[in-house]
């Protein structure tokens, strides 16, 4: 059955036994199943229309149907007044350009109500972009847990991001993409020595962050006093401290926050760059995250080899490091979705990466013996090898491992729909 919704969301995808096959070029929208499956619809669909086999698989997660009862009370507008519902997201490139992200934040939103952004990188990311902020920066570097030599060397918080001032008085804008009279509830993620960072923000009010004892470790430091944005954050000097995310939340507003904290070009293992021992868990667990999102699995998957037991332990234990931090969240681990070798010869049986169906398999594993939540992006996408009609589409790049932005959007609709089904079923 055809899908009319449009857009792209990272998930965990099925162990696939059957025949790696070439599926048909599609006449429009990209078809749900496998080929045998997918069947033309001859009357328009509806946005979010019923279908056989939704893909959001709920391996029993301990926390889920106190989300779905969350997400009812806010439709239902019976929660509390400032009722937020956090939804986290971890991923790689997929992630990183706030595209999924931005899809699902919006669709969330629409439906349960507009809390704010979540988190963001404390400065613009190259190759990397937000949908709702951009950044101005003057006199700040930043650094990546992503660059092994500054993995080793620099206690990152979670994200991965550190921005550093390097000369007096640099400064780092975050503005709005566009205009809004809101104000914000702001906590930044920072490591200070012994000068303090002032804040200012659109209406020229000024919030001195005065470091606190002990010197030198991660903390967030919450500000007191609602924003607008835009804002600006200021170091005195080159050192005076550092910057990791920032998280923005609506001051007073009920409704649904999505936080893509992603870095180009990652697995999961990069996780384990971050402070330690666990510092960045207790800024996990001051989010309040309501869903974690584990949205990795395509740079392990294009690997010509990879440790599968290694990789299934690390997926183990990043469950067991959300659900000690937030105990009351519920995970859904995300797979890597179809990807091609995008210009070798041959079918696309033969262009398929050899370690995709492995990582595949080793992530809905996890995802059952973890009793998480579970969402197969690559059968959303019509099975393997789908991802050469998706490129035909226009769906996705010529790499055939990233999306355009359609594609993205595409997927994070197939994601909430899904995701929509497994709350009613739930809730009836």
Known sequence: MKRASTACLTVLLAACDGM???SAPLPSLVERGTAEERTAETAPPALFPSHPRPEFHDFGDPNFRKLAQ?????????????????????????????????????????????????WIAPMKTPGQNHSLVKYESNGW???TSRNANEARQKIFPLGGYIATPVSDNA????????????????RVSLKQWKAPLILTDARKKRIVIEPSRPFGLWRDAVIASPLRLPFTITAGSSGDAD???????????SGVTVSAIGLNGVTLKNWEYWSMPHQWTRQLTASKADMVILAYGTNEAIQPRLD???????????????????????????????????KEAGDCGERIFPMLREVKRAQREIAEKMKTLFWDWQTAMGGP???EDWFAEGLAKEDRIHFSL??????????????????????P
């Open 171 to 186: 400064s780092i804008s975050v503005i709005p993409r566009a205009e809004s009279a809101d104000l914000w509830k702001a």
């Open 70 to 118: 969350k997400t009812r009370a806010l439709k239902n507008q019976t929660a509390p007044m400032g009722t937020v519902l956090r939804i986290v997201q971890f991923g790689d490139s997929h992630t990183a350009s706030d595209t999924i992200t931005s899809g699902l934040r919006r669709l969330l939103q629409q439906r349960f109500g507009n809390a704010g952004i979540g």
């Open 406 to 427: 359609a594609g993205y959007q595409k997927s994070a609709e197939f994601f909430y729909d899904d995701l929509m089904v497994l709350i009613d079923k739930t809730l």
């Open 141 to 143: 570097e930043l650094s």
């Open 385 to 387: 090898c789908s991802m």
């Open 243 to 253: 910057l990791g995310g920032i998280w923005l939340e609506k001051n007073r507003a």
């Open 308 to 342: 599968i037991a290694d990789m299934k332990n690390i997926l183990r234990k990043s469950v067991l490091t959300v659900r000690d931090a937030l105990p009351d969240s519920a995970i859904v681990i995300v797979g890597a979705p179809d990807a091609l070798h995008a």
């Open 20 to 22: 790696i096959h070439q």
